[in-house]
């Protein structure tokens, strides 16, 4: 066996980096051995997964476990894994022991398999299923930047349910109104408690919107969406709320460090994605990033550049500027650094910036001393000089370009103005 090549261990055994990717890797093929010997199986399914590829025809699966490796509850739980504080290898550790028993189907014709998907989507706990697979899981561990990672892959010959699952009469209420519409559905159940991951499988499944218009859809494409609608519903109830105050917050989780700076004025929002190259000596013209911007009406194509990670930063964001009841113009600023050592999933970014702005801001009296507060933050902490990424940021052009009135004012007409 080779050396660890980020550790310099002799072996994988002995990496003693806890989020090296190789030792990672190891241990859950290693724990993944006996699910390659499965063909029939019973155990907790939290989640169902819709491929995109050969859409409309697309491999819908069950996610399922004969061996939960810890509280079932935790095979699906973003929030949870956070508030745990799940390394990079627990997260693994748990989602490599679910086999995606996958099916293909028709999205304008579902097959009769689609039906447990939708049972499991809907469920508020893991839904107890029997499985039969055609042939047993090859052992693999499928890694992605939207969705959480899973373990072994294989055609199922027979899924059913071993019983009924616990579904929330709110669920059963949004379901079975065939003329609600997915985004109204979606933040009703928001409102009443339902996280981001849980509408994300209803929408993924084809449980929510118009009865016409109710199919599954890739997860990936569900998890954005779910994302985007509730974004901006919050948004929306930023309205006329009265402005913040130049302020900044600094966290992060999992090597996905966010630095968000909050401007006086309507909302707007821009978010800058760097990844943190260490010992590399680079200058702030070299420095690799990706951004996306909207103005205070929104933006109507997607997010290009930072893609799934936009909207998922988004919503951490406003829920603190309501919790806070104050709007403005937001610059956030994404690090990521090695120990963000293998792709778990957008919900990182979500959980990442919520972890942010749950600190206590920094008050300035100013957005220039922010900024060279933000310039020393970032040198310091990640030896990056940020100032051509400033330069580049259409936020903080249009606020030059656009000087608000209470700049010019003199300090007692100010006073008055307050």
Partial sequence: MGDCSLCGAKSHEGCTRTYCPKRIRYESFAKMQPLARLKDYSGPAPAPFVGRYGYP???VGILSTPTPPRDADELDAPRKWAALGYGVGDVVEVRSSLINARFTSNVRNPSRFVAVAQEVGMASRPADVEIKLKDRPGLALHMDTHASPNGPAAIASSINLNSNPTVSSKVEKVVSDT??????????????????????????????????QRRPVPTRWSITAS????????????????????SAFYGGYLGNHYLILCFPGPWSYELFE?????????????IESWTDYEGPYGRKDYASDTVGGYYACRIGVVERLIGMKRKGSVLALRFVTEDYSMPLGVWVVREATRNSMATSPIMFSDENLMLCFASAKVKKTFGIDISGLLRRSKLLDLRRRQPRLDRFASPDLQTEMN
Avoid: Q
């Avoid at 985007?228 to 105050?245: A, C, F, Q, S, Y």
């Avoid at 760097?274 to 070299?286: H, I, S």
């Fill in 274 to 286: 760097t990844m943190v190259k260490p010992n590399l000596g680079r200058g702030p013209e070299e």
């Fill in 179 to 212: 003329d609600w519409k997915a985004a109204d559905a979606a933040w009703y159940l928001f409102n009443k408690g339902f996280d981001e991951n849980h509408i994300m499988k209803m929408l993924s499944v084809g449980t929510l919107g118009a009865k016409a």
């Fill in 227 to 246: 994302d985007d609608i509730i974004g901006k519903r919050m948004i929306g109830e930023l309205g006329d709320l009265p402005e913040t105050d130049c």
């Fill in 57 to 59: 025809h697309v491999n």
